[in-house]
Structures are given as C-alpha cells and as structure tokens.
C-alpha cells in the first residue's frame, strides 16, 4: 500500500500547484442593484418625471445613490429638466445629453482623473443606444417604489462599507502612531540615561 504523500505545516498537499490553491485574497464587489437603478429610471421617462421624480426628491435620493456612472449621469439630467420646469422625455433627456459635458456635473470631482473635463455626456453614458435599453426594459411604472427602495438601500449599504473603511483606515494610522511615538519616548529615555553629553563622531570624521 502506498503511503499518502505528506502535507505542508499550512495544510497543503506538495503534489499542488501553487497557484491551485485558494490564497488569493478576494475582492468584494459593493452593493448594488443594476436591475432596479435601470427601472427607476425608465420609470422617470415614461411619467414625464411628474411622479418618479417627485418620489425621489421626497426619499432625499441623489444621484450619487446609483452605482453606475452612466446611471448617475442620466438621473443628474433627468433632475435638472425638472427642476427647471422643463419636460422630462426621451427627446429633451437626449438633446441635454447632447449639450453638456463633464465638467458640468457636480459629482465630476469623482472622476476627474479618469474623464476628460470636455467629455461629452452622451459619449460618456454610452450613445443613445443606451438610452433607449434603459426605456424598453419596463411597460409600466407600478414598481418605482420598489426600484427606488432598492436603489436606496444599496446606496446606504456602500456608504456604511466606506465609513467603516475609514475607520478602520484610521484606526490603523492612530495605531501606528502611537506605537512611533512611544519608540521615541523610549529612544529619548536610553539616550538621558546614557548620559552622552554630544554624539560620538563618526570614524571618517576623526
């Protein structure tokens, strides 16, 4: 009978592969909901923003809640036709897209490293194609409610993760501060106890 071959102190077995086995670290993908930030927003095309719209203002959602830059960068121009006065459609949706640019968006400073300030927005969200998916997804806006429930509770969620991020992140630096100061609080008492009155030259300097 062949003995097994014997495995490493961390458990794995020497006939694996390094790279078979599972220490790569794994990367979490934030919360979020495609399916209902694209509903919402059909939802806010097909009533003309009269009821949608209305509805998000109420719940304070912003476009910083959709997760999606081209979904951020529709509701941002869907909101300001409405806070215009200006009708909410297919058509005017597009023709805004059309003349607007980057730099014109408040949350732009997010992205300022990756797009263009003179970045077209429709380039941006993807051409019209885009626009008109989004619109052919849903017949009816019986769930706005829903989506935009959604929409919200992902976005609390990925606020949540980067506050506890940032405390941590903080937490980490506080730590580590500490831990310099007290080695020079401890450096500084060996040297008064050395009772060195002036550093001792260096051998090239003698």
């Given amino acids: 009978m062949a003995n097994s071959p014997r495995k490493r102190r961390d458990g794995s077995s020497p006939d694996v592969a390094p790279d078979a086995r599972s220490d790569t670290p794994i990367i979490r993908t934030p919360p979020q909901n495609i399916d209902a930030e694209e509903g919402l927003l059909a939802c806010c095309i097909l009533d003309g923003g009269s009821d949608t719209l209305t509805l998000c203002l109420e719940s304070n959602l912003s476009a910083e809640a959709f997760?999606?830059?081209?979904?951020?960068?529709?509701?941002?121009?869907?909101?300001?036709?409405?806070?215009?006065?200006?009708?909410?459609?297919?058509?005017?949706l597009v023709d805004k897209l059309r003349s607007r640019v980057?730099?014109?968006?408040?949350?732009?400073?997010?992205?300022?490293?990756?797009?263009?300030?003179?970045?077209?927005?429709?380039?941006?969200?993807?051409?019209?194609?885009?626009?008109?998916?989004?619109?052919?997804?849903?017949?009816?806006?019986?769930?706005?409610?829903?989506?935009?429930?959604?929409?919200?509770?992902?976005?609390?969620?990925?606020?949540?993760?980067?506050?506890?991020?940032?405390?941590?992140?903080?937490?980490?630096?506080?730590?580590?501060?500490?831990?310099?100061?007290?080695?020079?609080?401890?450096?500084?008492?060996?040297?008064k106890s050395a009772k060195i009155d002036s550093p001792i030259p260096h051998k090239s300097l003698m």
Avoid at 150 to 170: A, P, Q, T
């Fill in 102 to 191: 980057a730099s014109s968006l408040p949350f732009y400073r997010d992205y300022k490293y990756s797009v263009d300030e003179n970045t077209n927005l429709m380039d941006w969200v993807g051409g019209i194609t885009v626009i008109t998916r989004i619109l052919g997804r849903i017949e009816t806006t019986a769930h706005a409610q829903y989506w935009l429930e959604s929409v919200r509770e992902k976005w609390l969620l990925r606020r949540f993760d980067c506050h506890h991020y940032r405390k941590l992140l903080k937490r980490r630096t506080l730590v580590r501060t500490v831990w310099i100061s007290s080695s020079i609080r401890w450096n500084s008492r060996c040297f």
């Fill in 67 to 92: 997760y999606r830059p081209s979904h951020k960068i529709i509701f941002q121009v869907m909101l300001d036709l409405f806070k215009a006065g200006d009708p909410v459609s297919e058509v005017s």
